[in-house]
């Protein structure tokens, strides 16, 4: 099923709802996600070069868990 019509089987489900508190429910999920979005923004070098002396610091310091952990973890 593709995007579109999976958003027109939403509307109409949406529009046969008589709960006011789904349809709160469903205006804070909009709400969140959006607002989500919005507030990303994306890292300046100065932070990324940061991030990456401390992921090298945790390496060389045994601060790290292999594939082989995480996969057994997961």
Known sequence: MDIQTR????VQAFLKLQSEEM????????KKSTKTDKTLKPFT????NDRI???ENDFDNGRFKTTSELLAKY
């Open 23 to 30: 349809i709160s429910q469903f205006e804070k999920l909009l």
């Open 45 to 48: 070098i100065e932070e990324l």
């Open 53 to 55: 002396t401390k992921s």
């Open 7 to 10: 958003k027109i089987e939403f």
